[in-house]
């Protein structure tokens, strides 16, 4: 059975990107003034198909489907800026996104940026399917 499963290690970075995902939730600030809640601004790179902007100018993706369902849930509300990765990082370090999709985990960018706890996905099953190919 498992010999029929094609080769998943072409998908490997993006499940390992997925189950840190996000980066998502650093501290969430929202500054809330008298009943008005400021949007969580969310910079998104073109990472197909983890994030990226459609044909119609529209966020899409995974991680975008992850983060406006919890957004939807807490009741936030968000707005994105599209970039590229060096200048959505630095957006991020000066504090001017409040997240910043699909960055990966590194013990370096750990010691600058709160990561989420619970994975995504599990890439371990991958691993396994793997091996037994």
Aim: hydrophobic share 45%; net charge negative; aromatic share 10%.
């Amino acid at each position: 059975m498992l010999s029929s499963i094609p080769s998943l290690k072409h998908l490997r970075p993006f499940f390992f990107s997925l189950s840190i995902f996000l980066l998502s939730f650093i501290s969430i600030p929202l500054v809330v003034h008298s009943d008005t809640v400021q949007a969580i601004r969310v910079g998104i790179i073109d990472n197909k198909p983890m994030c990226y902007i459609d044909d119609t100018g529209n966020p899409a993706g995974i991680f975008v489907e992850v983060i406006e369902h919890a957004a939807d849930k807490e009741g936030w509300s968000l707005k994105y800026v599209h970039g590229t990765w060096a200048d959505l990082r630095a957006k991020l370090s000066s504090g001017a996104i409040d997240i910043l999709l699909s960055m990966a985990y590194s013990e370096e960018r750990a010691q600058h940026y709160s990561f989420n706890k619970i994975a995504v996905f599990n890439t371990s099953i991958l691993h396994d399917i793997e091996k037994n190919n």
